[in-house]
């Protein structure tokens, strides 16, 4: 038979263990689809983001295999904010990974280890395959005086931010979206300080809670087949400001 004492000390060492099984942990950023792709001597890095947490900020992209990385495409990378419950991506019509000296027998398909570093949740590792095709920087449809005309505004709502569009001359599609292009017809893309949050097939969207500081939103009207409505060289688009304390 134990003596009491330690019959004691296994009895709070069980309970303090279920407590700990049971706790809730906190949940983790993950970075999925990350590609490579040529742009040159450098390569261009897009990837998908899952905030399932808190607001955060996106601070670098690095490998080990290059001599020099950057967040481009943006003039706020000092500011990239990852709203609360979020799944923004870096891609080429918005914010993305730069890597220049990486390896010269960089093949189609090749995996390339990719460090994403954030505020809070530090540096995610995951892996870039290496695409053959070179990406550009996304094309722009002019419609000139046909274009279609875009208002927005973005207001308060709990803890994050509601985005509401006015738009004239156009129908947002989901159904369409990836088909030809029709006249007037297609989607919004949704950017914060040059990240891009998600896909618009309507007027209203939410942004969540964001870290404090100064944020722009931008909105730009899209064509089915993803090329940006344009009026004499312009996309089509919106902007707003919004200060978080």
């Known amino acids: 038979m134990k003596p009491l004492g330690?019959?004691?000390?296994?009895?709070?060492?069980?309970?303090?263990?279920?407590?700990?099984?049971?706790?809730?942990r906190t949940p983790e950023i993950t970075v999925t689809d990350?590609?490579?792709?040529?742009?040159?001597?450098?390569?261009?890095?897009t990837a998908k983001i899952d905030n399932p947490g808190g607001p955060d900020r996106l601070i670098a992209a690095g490998s080990a295999e290059a001599e020099r990385t950057m967040i481009a495409g943006t003039d706020r990378a000092d500011v990239m904010a990852?709203?609360?419950?979020?799944?923004?991506?870096?891609a080429m019509d918005g914010a993305h990974g730069m890597f220049m000296g990486l390896p010269e027998d960089m093949a189609e398909g090749r995996l390339v280890p990719v460090t994403l570093v954030f505020e809070n949740a530090g540096e995610i590792a995951t892996r870039a395959r290496v695409a053959a095709v070179e990406m550009d920087h996304g094309e722009k449809l002019e419609a000139g005086d046909e274009a279609p005309e875009l208002e927005m505004s973005v207001t308060a709502?709990?803890?994050?931010?509601?985005?509401?569009?006015?738009?004239?001359?156009?129908?947002?599609?989901r159904e369409a979206v990836d088909g030809p292009h029709q006249p007037g017809v297609g989607h919004g893309h949704l950017y914060l300080n040059g990240l891009k949050l998600q896909r618009m097939y309507g007027t209203e969207a939410?942004?969540?809670?964001?870290?404090?500081?100064?944020?722009?939103v931008r909105?730009?009207?899209?064509?089915?087949?993803h090329r940006a409505y344009a009026r004499y060289g312009q996309p089509v688009a919106a902007v707003a400001r919004i200060e978080v304390d």
Do not use: C, Q
């Open 6 to 24: 330690l019959l004691a000390a296994i009895l709070v060492l069980g309970v303090a263990g279920a407590v700990f099984l049971l706790a809730p």
């Open 206 to 216: 939410r942004i969540g809670m964001l870290p404090t500081g100064s944020h722009e």
């Open 82 to 90: 990852i709203p609360a419950g979020s799944t923004p991506s870096l």
């Open 219 to 225: 909105v730009v009207l899209n064509t089915n087949d």
């Open 34 to 45: 990350a590609v490579l792709s040529p742009m040159g001597s450098s390569y261009a890095l």
């Open 157 to 173: 709502d709990g803890d994050g931010w509601a985005v509401s569009l006015e738009v004239s001359d156009f129908v947002f599609s």
